[in-house]
Structures are given as C-alpha cells and as structure tokens.
C-alpha cells in the first residue's frame, strides 16, 4: 500500500465577505493549519469556484489557484475582478485600455482618459509571483517610480520591469480630492512584449571581401536583454544594379562580424540586418540599407604599375646617392694612390721624374752641395688655388733640398720658406 | 464512425501535437536561460556560507533517477514539479535568513514564470497518470519532505536557510545540465 496513491484530497475551507457590492472570497486549503500535511505544497492547489443562482440551474464556474479572490457582481453572473473589462461600468473617472509597449527594454504604460476633467493618474504594479502565495497581495501594490503623479495618459515604467517573470500593472485615477478609481490589471510578460530594436550595420571593402561590422541593438544597456533572447543576427546582401534583377542572398550569424567573399569586381552590393531570437521566435525590423561598391578587375593592373613605380622611385633615391658617394670616393683614391703622370706641356722632356704621390714620402734622392744665396720664395697670399699651390710645395720641397745639411727649411707644409743657407 | 471522422481526428491529434511540441521545443531554449538567471539570482541574494553553519550540516540525497527517465515529457514533468517545491520552500519565514529582498523576489518570479511555462506546455493526461505512479515521485516528494522539516526544527534561523540554499542550488545545477542536454 502507498499511501500517496490512497490518500485522497480533503475539502477547502472558504470565507465569504461581502464589501461595496462586490465578494472577496478567501480560500484555505486542505490541511490548511496542520503541523503535519500529506499534500506538503499547498501552493500548488488548484481550485474550482462554483457560483449558481438559487432560482435558476445555471452554473458559473471559474479555476483559480489562488486563495483571495475578489468576485464582481454584475447583472447576471459573478465575474473575477481582472477579468472584467472596467471596474465601474458608469465611472469615466477610470483608466481605460491599458496597454504595454516595449522597444529594447524600454517599457511604456499607455492608456486612455475618458473624463473631462483633469485628472492625476499614479500608476502602480506588482510583482508576478505573489499572486500565487497564501496571502493577501493586495497590499503589495508599489507605485512606480516616476509615474506618480502623471497628467498624461503614458508613462515610463522600465524601473519597475526586469527580465525575469512576469508583472502585473494597474493605474489609479486621482480627480479632486475625494474620488479615486482602479483601474483592471494588465498582465506583462516582459521578453515577450517587448519588441527587439534594428541593429546598426557598417561595411567595409577589401579586394574581394566584404566586412560587415553589426551593432547590436539596445547598445551597451542591452546587454540583459541580448543575452536573456540568445540573440543571432541575419543579414542580406545583393547587388544592387539596374539591369539583373538578382535574390538577395542571406547569412546568419551568432557573431557581430561577418565576412562574404568571392564577390563580383565593380558592382554596388547592399547590406542590411536584422537581430532575431530563436528561443522567443522573435526578430526586429532591418537596418537601414549600407551599399559599398567593389573595386573593378580595370583597376588592378594600375595598381601594379603604381606600385611598380613607386618602388622604382624609392630605389632611385636610395640608389643614386650612393652611386654619387663611390664615384666620389674613387677618385680621391685614384688621385691619392694611382695620380695621373701627364706633366703640362710646357715642361715636357724637363726631367724623368719618378711620378710619385705628393703625399706619401718619397725615396731620399742624393743630396747636392748646392747653395742658394738670399733665395726667398714668397707666395701670395690666399689668392692661389689648389692646384697651384701644389706645384709651389713641389718646388718648395726642391729649395729645400738644395739647401744643406739643416733641413729646417725644408717643411713640406710650409707656405713660406725662406733659405738663407750658407754653405 | 466513418473513416473521414476517424481522419479528421487523427489530423487534429496531429496537428496539436505538432503545435505543442514546437511551442515547448522553443520553451527548452527559454527555459535553459531561466534556470541560468536563477542560479545567479540564488547567489546574490545572500552571501559566502558561513563556516559556523558546517556543523549543521545535513545530507538530504537529492533522487538523481528522477532526471534520468526515458522519456521526455516526464524529465519535463519532474522539472515542473522540482520547480513547485522550491518555489514553496522559499515563499516563507524568510525573515531570519535576512537575504536580499529584490534578489528573493526576482528568484520567486522567475521560478513562478518557469513553472507558468511549463504547465503550459501540453501534457498528455497519459503521462500525468504515469508519472503519479512513478517511485521517483515519491522519493522526490520525500526529499523535499525532509528539507521542509528541517527547516521547521531549526525555526527557520539562519543557518538552517543557508544550508536549504546550497541545496536548492545543487538542485538547480542537476536541472540546468539536464535541460542543455535535451
């Protein structure tokens, strides 16, 4: 024997009381005060409200589960309170048709006035889930922030909305001092009414693939929202020319990059997107449309020779410098190590003279006792250019040598050399 | 009966079974992130556990065979039914636990939508009786039984919540690794 497969469901208790011409009905469930129970979760108990007119057969029956329950009489048969369409039937005063509109999270109350008189609305709303617990939630209703006082007949009521669970909203019309009215509830499911945001798209071209950039919508708030719908993204892309009429092709992607290849060289190609979510079996509405025009296949021989000569510029000034600098180099060096032995034709024949570098010492040639008496050589000044001043040193050397032993005079450097020698 | 009747029902039959299962085939996907978003909220809504409740400590066995049956209707109707009784466990003598009210809230709102979803979902009577029959039931029954009284000779102090936490979280681990594989 399981006593879980016996045991049958014992009876509620249920209180009636009577306020303004409407019943609150309060249920208690079975083993309602019992230290020990056989049905542990009373939460989960679902129950059948029967009405029925002593005079007549008919039956209004209603399934609830939870244990307050405000019943409204109307002419005929006893409605739930949210299930009727206005709470007065004669009060203008009330709000009416409120609906709930969501773009990215963003939440708005809009409903409609009916009085002609100016009246304060304050709207207020309570979270899902204790309608479901054993207790009395009418006294949980919180105002929502920043739509307490409002003259208009929206308002902004994201502060109160999360992404989990559901919400129940209501809003209270306030004219003069004395009257007041409820209106009925709206129930919102905040994923599912809430609509998704277009993306942003941007697109970029590289030879012959196309970058598609997606931000996604909402921004960096949207954050919760993307991830609570597991959001893809789709993209179309065609050509866009006058004369083929061409499908636009589609891709998908989890990513908000995507690259499409093997595209067609000169041709304007457009690109939109669109976020969806499969777990909601929602989508948005498309970007706006991006085109970008591929490079032409025309295009890419210029390229080569643009680059080409690019390149062959870049040589050249490296390339020519260089050259310039060895050809200078050269012919230092020629002229230091390998000089030239044409003598001036004047002096042709004067003397078989070792061609030798001024530069580097030369063999000791045999001195001569000669004597040069008063010999002064002088040379003007700055006057001179190179070349004669390498003759002078070269004659300048040769009075040297003819003087005697001393040799003082003899400096190759010298500008001036005065020989006063006696032998 | 004529045959086109007995078509016609059949092609009915089809149909809302072809419906329903594309409804709570979406419904998995929804579901998967719901139980992501519990978790986190189970969290944050209180803090580390406290090392002076290890003491305290009670091993509850949570049934594994429950979330191991052959068929998918009845993984989904225990999942429905787990969700029930944590959803009762914590709608309760919170007082003492002292625990992030709007973490709470949202945890409870969350599981209350799930459990909304699921009974939804249409269930073949066929599996509703089976699944009353079913010995996991009971030892899933027993399970919370245990937890509940536990709670109840401790008073509902701290200690006492915080353990009830770690569990319910273990719990809600087991269900997310059986929902991704679905």
Redesign the interface.
Same mark, same amino acid.
């Given at each position: 024997m399981v006593p879980d497969h016996e045991a049958q469901i014992g009876p509620p208790g249920m209180e009636l009381q009577p306020t303004n011409g409407d019943i609150k009905i309060k249920i208690s469930p079975p083993e309602a005060n019992q230290g020990k129970k056989m049905w542990l979760n009373d939460l989960s108990f679902k129950y059948n409200l029967v009405f029925w007119e002593n005079s007549s057969n008919s039956q209004f029956g209603y399934f609830v589960q939870r244990v307050f329950v405000s019943v409204k009489r109307w002419s005929h048969f006893p409605v739930l309170e949210e299930e009727s369409e206005t709470s007065s039937v004669n009060d203008l005063l009330c709000a009416t048709n409120l609906r709930v509109l969501g773009l990215n999270m963003e939440f708005h109350l809009h409903w409609d006035n009916q009085y002609e008189q100016p009246v304060s609305y304050n709207v207020q709303y309570l979270i899902g889930y204790l309608k479901r617990l054993n207790e009395d939630y009418s006294g949980k209703w919180v105002g929502v922030p920043g739509c307490g006082n409002v003259t208009g007949t929206r308002c902004n009521v994201s502060s109160a909305i999360t992404t989990t669970g559901f919400y129940y909203l209501r809003v209270q019309a306030r004219a003069g001092l004395n009257r007041s009215c409820l209106s009925t509830e709206v129930k919102v499911d905040p994923l599912r009414t809430n609509e998704i945001g277009p993306p942003g798209v941007k697109v970029d071209i590289s030879d012959t693939l196309l970058h598609i950039q997606i931000s996604p919508p909402g921004g960096p708030e949207g954050e919760v929202m993307r991830n609570n719908y597991v959001l893809s993204y789709r993209i179309l892309y065609w050509r866009n020319s006058s004369s083929d009429e061409e499908e636009a092709k589609v891709k998908e992607t989890k990513q908000t990059v995507a690259t499409i290849p093997n595209l067609a060289p000169q041709t304007l190609y457009c690109v939109k997107a669109q976020a969806f979510s499969e777990a909601y079996n929602k989508s948005s509405v498309y970007s706006q449309e991006e085109c970008i025009q591929t490079p032409g296949a025309k295009a890419f021989p210029l390229v080569i020779l643009a680059t080409f000569m690019a390149a062959l510029f870049a040589v050249l000034l490296v390339a020519l410098p260089l050259v310039f600098v060895l050809y200078q180099a050269y012919s230092k060096i020629k002229y230091v190590f390998f000089p030239s032995c044409q003598p001036p034709l004047n002096i042709e024949g004067f003397g078989g003279q070792l061609c030798t570098s001024p530069y580097l010492p030369t063999p000791e040639e045999p001195v001569e006792n000669y004597s040069i008496i008063d010999s002064m050589i002088t040379y003007e000044g700055n006057q001179m250019d190179c070349k004669d001043y390498k003759h002078s040193k070269q004659s300048s050397r040769d009075s040297g040598n003819y003087s005697n032993d001393d040799n003082t005079s003899g400096s190759k450097g010298s500008a001036e050399t005065l020989g006063k020698e006696t032998v | 009966m004529n045959a086109f009747g007995l078509i016609q029902i059949g092609l009915i039959l089809l149909c809302t079974t072809i419906i329903c299962n594309h409804q709570c085939n %979406?419904l998995l996907? /929804?579901q998967r #992130?719901?139980i992501e978003?519990s978790l986190q =909220?189970l969290d944050k809504m209180g803090k580390n556990f406290p090392q002076r409740c290890l003491r305290e400590k009670m091993s509850f066995r949570f049934p594994k065979q429950v979330l191991q049956p052959r068929q998918k209707e009845t993984v989904r109707i225990a999942i429905e039914e787990i969700f /029930? %009784?944590i +959803? !009762?466990i914590f709608? #309760?003598n919170l007082t003492l636990a002292a625990w992030d009210g709007t973490a709470l809230? /949202? +945890? *409870?709102?969350? =599981? !209350? *939508?799930q459990i909304?979803q699921l009974e939804a979902c249409v269930i073949k009577k066929h599996t509703h009786y089976c699944w009353?029959?079913e010995v996991s039931r =009971?030892k899933l #029954?027993k399970y +919370? *039984?245990k937890i509940?009284c536990f709670l109840k000779d401790k008073q509902h102090n701290l200690c006492s919540w915080e353990i009830s936490r770690a569990e319910m979280r273990r719990c809600l681990q087991l269900i997310d690794k059986v929902t991704r594989k679905l």
């Open positions: - | %979406h996907l /929804q #992130k719901m978003n =909220l /029930q %009784h +959803f !009762y709608s #309760k809230d /949202q +945890f *409870q709102n969350g =599981l !209350y *939508q909304e009353s029959k =009971l #029954k +919370f *039984q509940d």
